[in-house]
């Protein structure tokens, strides 16, 4: 039935109960006690928000889960184990090094939950310790005997045969040693500054040096152009086998031979984690790409927020190295195997076996879109509806290219966050700029570790003479627009936009879900216009037609919708909320939803990450459900679901419900109006709200359960997804 019907009843509309069943997914922290067992009339209460960090932390334990799932193919378990490290150390690059800086500077409050930076330092010690226990018990005890068990072993030195440690002798000769640069320390070498999550060892040493002195400890670096795991060739190991070798077990085994006359008596790996958050005075500097490039080279030196060392690295020599980085004790964390999980992501390439990955797929195209397809008359068609990456980012790139190399094209617009160093989006950019057609685009300079491609793609699009700003002084440009301006019929000016929820980056087109609209409706193509004209004029936009724009509009219209649907309730009519979003941290919409669940409305959400409601309390939040999705695909797609009384606006959107989203950037929402679109994304928002595999249900404790079908069909939603609209097996 068509869902932009006013009296459409194909909404879901009912009061869902799905609920958690306990089991082997349930997380292994002990259950808090709930906060709250009576209604006060307060919203403001700290006991109805959970902890914002520990909300992230709680989120990379759900990513950690599917790393000893057997239902998972093992390379992927393994690459989910890589993706929870990585997560962790931008945990600690930005979050904990905030925590920090707030603690320095005697902040007091950090959100709304009242607790002190402090206070939240204190807990998620303890937390993260455990996190990091659990990641290398998942490695040693259940990984790496699994994967032996199919032939891919992970050498350890008392297993390599004399042929293993004959080849890997001489591959340490001959293509370590030249590129290592083994430091003894003494008052001419003093400690070396130390790279931002690169492998080093502490070496102790007995014996006299070459100067006729007693040297004590040494410092040995590992370049990042060295590969982490290394592996044996088939005729040392036997053609049945896949050997690896860490470089920190090859570097262990013949470090003496870096320094002739002296005997190591240990070596022990070790890796900082420094603050990489940036920071530039806008305000106060003349040109965003140069002084961002002087930041940049800082970032590799940041103040020092962790310190990984081996287990069996003695206490001496933990003390001496936290004392290098002004650490306290608590700030340090000792690995059971290499200091850097990250790197085990090698072993998922060099490893060809698709059984023990998951199966490839061909992303699926609209019918009205082939190979050769004239994109613009397809438009002209009607609105073009894609869910990436089910569905291939092609037509989006096909846009541009097409938009580049048409006559009746006078003008490109367009928005870059994260796009990656290898952009066939900006190779179109640059073709048409080439060919004296008008591009402007927005680059985010401050896309967080986007920084200096970012910068690069800038330089490269100026020189092709496309004119390049930086967006707004003091807000990040994170909407996600393309606006081609093209002659059309008796000189008229015809307008094609593509919006979208996530990036123009080719990476990530096939690792995110994102929803993107390509449409001609004259209204979005003025709303987009006039927004690309305040990015680059600074002047003020007129009313906008159809399209919500933070940080002016959008937070406060959603507001208005939640508050609406509570008057509806309040009525006694139908009123139900769907919200499926990457974070929700913004006290006012979080306020503002819990009245109306008060006011009886039934609201899902789908929050992925970061969540500071607390579902699930009587009197506050009784009708509200909030479940994340953790699967194949990291869930991107942003999506705001209001019944009105039957009308049902429905919005995708750039921005989440943070106050980042909805004051300090700019950001666009935009309306699918399309019947054959909405009733696509209601359809599968339902799909979402049915999964019972990859959901995980939050309670008000805090706590996440990982969903478990006991009865009736298994629904795991992306598969559904993937199975409807691209080609697998």
Not at 421 to 443: C, F, N
Not at 589 to 618: E, K, N, T
Request: hydrophobic fraction near 40%; glycine fraction near 6%; aromatic fraction near 8%.
């Amino acid at each position: 039935m068509d869902t932009s019907s006013k009296n459409s009843t194909s909404t879901p509309s009912r009061t869902r109960t799905t609920k958690a069943r306990t089991g082997a997914g349930k997380t292994t922290r002990p259950r808090a006690k709930s906060p709250v067992r009576r209604t006060r009339d307060s919203l403001t209460r700290p006991e109805l928000y959970i902890n914002r960090y520990t909300s992230l932390l709680e989120f990379n334990r759900r990513v950690l889960e599917y790393a000893k799932d057997a239902t998972v193919p093992l390379l992927e378990r393994l690459k989910y184990l890589c993706i929870s490290s990585s997560n962790l150390d931008e945990f600690f690059e930005i979050r904990i090094a905030l925590l920090k800086q707030r603690v320095e500077t005697g902040v007091v409050k950090s959100g709304l939950d009242n607790m002190t930076p402090g206070e939240i330092l204190n807990i998620l010690s303890v937390s993260v310790q455990a996190f990091i226990d659990e990641q290398y018990r998942i490695l040693n005890e259940e990984l790496i005997p699994e994967l032996a068990t199919h032939d891919i072993r992970f050498l350890k030195r008392s297993e390599w045969s004399s042929a293993q440690e004959k080849w890997l002798r001489t591959y340490f000769k001959k293509q370590l040693t030249p590129v290592l640069s083994p430091i003894g320390l003494d008052p001419a070498h003093p400690f070396p500054r130390v790279l931002n999550k690169s492998l080093n060892f502490i070496v102790s040493l007995k014996g006299k040096d070459a100067f006729g002195r007693d040297s004590a400890l040494a410092v040995v670096q590992a370049p990042r152009v060295l590969p982490r795991i290394i592996q044996l060739p088939r005729n040392i190991s036997g053609d049945q086998g896949n050997d690896l070798v860490f470089l920190s077990s090859i570097i262990h085994a013949f470090v003496d031979d870096l320094f002739p006359g002296m005997k190591s008596t240990g070596c022990y790996q070790f890796r900082v984690t420094r603050n990489s958050d940036l920071f530039v005075d806008e305000e106060e500097i003349e040109d965003l790409a140069r002084a961002l490039e002087g930041e940049l080279s800082a970032r590799r030196y940041g103040a020092a927020v962790r310190l990984e060392v081996a287990d069996n690295c003695p206490e001496r020599l933990r003390k001496y190295l936290l004392q290098r980085f002004e650490l306290a004790p608590e700030d340090v964390y000792q690995a059971n195997g290499p200091v850097n999980l990250n790197r085990l992501l090698a072993v998922y390439d060099l490893i060809d076996r698709p059984d023990m990955k998951y199966a490839g797929f061909v992303s699926g195209l609209p019918s009205r879109v082939t190979a050769n397809t004239d994109i613009f008359e397809a438009i002209k068609q009607g609105d073009i509806l894609l869910h990436h990456p089910f569905e291939s980012f092609a037509p989006v790139i096909d846009l541009v290219k097409q938009a580049a190399n048409d006559p009746d094209v006078l003008a490109i617009k367009q928005t870059l966050y994260r796009t990656g160093p290898d952009s066939t989006v900006v190779d179109a950019l640059v073709e048409a700029a080439r060919a004296g057609k008008e591009v402007t685009v927005v680059i985010e300079l401050r896309a967080r570790f986007d920084e200096a491609e970012n910068i690069e793609l800038a330089n490269r699009l100026d020189q092709a003479g496309a004119h390049v700003v930086y967006g707004v002084v003091g807000y990040k440009t994170h909407a996600k627009m393309l606006l081609v301006i093209r002659r059309g019929p008796k000189k008229s000016l015809q307008r094609f936009v593509h919006l979208g929820t996530g990036n123009y980056h080719p990476k990530t087109t096939r690792l995110y879900t994102d929803y993107g609209l390509i449409t001609c409706d004259p209204l979005i193509g003025e709303d987009v216009h006039n927004v690309f004209m305040q990015l680059t004029s600074l002047g003020k936009v007129p009313k906008l037609n159809k399209l919500l724009q933070s940080p002016f509009t959008l937070h406060p219209s959603l507001i208005e919708w939640i508050d609406r649907e509570a008057q509806h309730a309040a009525e006694g009519r139908p009123a139900r909320i769907i919200i499926k979003i990457n974070s929700l941290t913004e006290p006012k919409a979080i306020q503002a939803l819990y009245r109306a669940s008060r006011a009886g409305v039934s609201i899902d959400l789908v929050v992925r990450g970061m969540c500071c409601l607390r579902p699930g309390i009587p009197g506050v939040s009784d009708n509200i459900r909030v479940r994340s999705i953790i699967g194949r695909f990291l869930e991107h797609t942003r999506v705001y679901y209001f019944l009105n009384d039957g009308e049902e606006p429905l919005y995708c959107a750039s921005a989440d419900l943070m106050e980042r989203n909805m004051f300090r950037r700019v950001e666009v929402a935009f309306p699918i109006e399309n019947a054959e679109s909405r009733k696509r994304i209601m359809g599968e928002l339902e799909t979402y709200l049915e999964d019972n595999h990859q959901a995980w249900i939050l309670d008000s404790d805090g706590v996440y359960t990982r969903s478990s079908a006991t009865s009736g069909k298994l629904v795991t939603a992306q598969d559904v997804i993937l199975e409807k609209l691209a080609k697998t097996g």
